[in-house]
């Protein structure tokens, strides 16, 4: 997904020392599950789900980075 973030004010460090821009970021995020139905124990089923996210700013070294996460889920479904 995208999303794009436009600030009004000037930004702020620690809300006393203004930067003399307003902050403008674009957003970009994936999110993926996988999995396989027949992969079961005990009604168990594990998935793996990966999540993804950028933030660039026009104040990229204060509030651009980029967001990895890896997680292995156990399911089980009544």
């Known amino acids: 997904s995208y999303a794009q ?3 009004k004010d000037q930004a ?6 203004p930067l003399g821009k307003v902050r403008n ?7 993926l599950t996988l999995w396989k139905r ?10 793996l789900h990966f999540n993804w996210k950028k933030q660039d700013s ?3 070294s204060m509030y651009s980075y980029t967001q ?3 997680n292995l889920i156990f399911e089980k479904t009544f």
């Open 12 to 17: 702020k460090l620690g809300e006393m020392i």
């Open 58 to 60: 026009n104040l990229p």
């Open 5 to 7: 973030r436009n600030h």
């Open 38 to 47: 027949d992969w079961h124990v005990w009604g168990i089923t594990p998935k």
């Open 25 to 31: 970021d674009k957003i970009y995020s994936v999110n």
């Open 68 to 70: 990895k996460n890896v």
